[in-house]
């Protein structure tokens, strides 16, 4: 292979480039995408990390940046422009590819196995085997891989992906192990439905945690004849 080097993109960048090629199969019907959808989509909240607040002039900055780059094809289709990606073209890669560096740039490090469920709406991995296959094939590219393979964390049984569009990600060794993974409750023992549903049960829950903690600081840090109603 005798790729040329892909350009590094900032956070927002990638960000942008990922919501297109994501709304691309998820909202067809709406795509390629008007400035005020591509706004929204990059500070979506759910399906996202890091969780953003950019502004239109931000993001039509990184869009004008993207299109000096060719990632970004901008159109005219009604009152306002609308804008589409281009990454198979630039960076050479097939749509199993696109789907898999996608999922990166918008959720961030993953493994082969939350990929193949994340991306499931962008293409079908019949297994985890083809998603590692074309994850190797990334990092492996010449002259510059698109992903790295993260160093394995402390209680986690599988290593975990980062594209490289946007540079060296920072390794932190204390991140959070989701729990899902660190009790090994994999597609391998359960349902990718379920699989999707305990991962939502687990959010709601920590949530619901953090807020009862308030609580009992707030009761805690109150005089003690207020307790008793005194």
């Not at 990092?139 to 209680?155: C, I, M, T, Y």
């Not at 391998?188 to 949530?207: P, Q, Y």
Request: hydrophobic content about 40%.
């Amino acid at each position: 292979m005798n790729e040329s080097s892909p350009p590094v993109l900032s956070v927002l960048e990638t960000r942008v480039l990922g919501v297109l090629a994501e709304k691309q199969h998820t909202v067809p019907d709406t795509y390629p995408l008007t400035l005020n959808a591509l706004v929204a989509g990059c500070n979506q909240k759910s399906s996202r990390n890091p969780i953003m607040n950019v502004s239109q002039i931000e993001v039509q900055a990184a869009i004008d940046s993207l299109k000096h780059m060719l990632f970004v094809i901008e159109s005219s289709g009604g009152r306002a422009a609308r804008f589409a990606h281009n990454i198979e073209r630039v960076l050479k890669i097939p749509l199993q590819s696109v789907a898999l560096v996608t999922m990166l740039m918008l959720r961030g490090p993953q493994t082969a196995g939350e990929l193949r469920i994340n991306s499931e709406r962008m293409h079908k991995f019949a297994d985890i085997s083809s998603v590692e296959a074309f994850l190797d094939e990334l990092a492996e590219r010449v002259p510059d891989s698109l992903v790295v393979k993260l160093p394995r964390q402390p209680g986690s049984r599988e290593n975990r992906w980062a594209h490289l569009l946007a540079g060296k990600p920072e390794i932190n060794e204390h991140e959070h192990v989701p729990i899902a993974e660190k009790y090994n409750l994999t597609e391998n023992t359960i349902s990718e439905h379920d699989f999707i549903a305990l991962k939502s049960d687990v959010a709601r829950l920590e949530a619901e945690v953090v807020a009862l903690r308030r609580i009992v600081e707030e009761l805690s840090s109150q005089p003690v004849s207020r307790q008793n109603g005194k």
